[in-house]
């Protein structure tokens, strides 16, 4: 499964940002998909997470309010919306997949075998 994360750039502190992640995977309607981080010198961190079937979404208590996740299974894409962004918010943005990921480990990035190359997002203030 390959991903294609796309949408970063450079803008200030309130702008908004929205980061798509794309596949070709015909199957991707049944994959569970988040969006991880890593800024700097610092470990990748969970942000947002959706289930194959939208039913259930999560959020890293920093990005809750700003930040919603969203499928369009008829596209194969996950979006991400991000608002009121922060400077704290610069970091790569990659997006993850699989099947079968439980609910337990939806912020356990080892619970993805597939990942985007991630882009690039800053926030400056």
């Known amino acids: 499964v390959q991903l294609q994360a796309s949408g970063g750039g450079l803008v200030q502190a309130g702008d908004s940002l929205r980061l798509s992640c794309a596949t070709s995977e015909q199957t991707f309607s049944s994959y569970t998909v988040a969006w991880f981080r890593q800024a700097p010198g610092k470990e990748r961190e969970f942000v947002a997470g959706?289930?194959?079937?939208?039913?259930?979404?999560f959020y890293e208590d920093s990005v809750k309010g700003r930040f919603t996740i969203s499928r369009d299974n008829t596209k194969d894409t996950v979006l991400l919306q991000m608002i009121s962004l922060k400077p704290d918010d610069t970091a790569v943005y990659y997006c993850?997949?699989?099947?079968?990921?439980?609910?337990?480990?939806?912020?356990?990035?080892?619970?993805?075998?597939?990942w985007g190359q991630g882009t690039q997002v800053t926030v400056s203030s």
């Open positions: 959706i289930r194959w079937n939208s039913r259930h979404t």
């Open positions: 993850a997949a699989d099947r079968g990921v439980i609910l337990s480990s939806i912020r356990d990035s080892q619970a993805y075998d597939y």
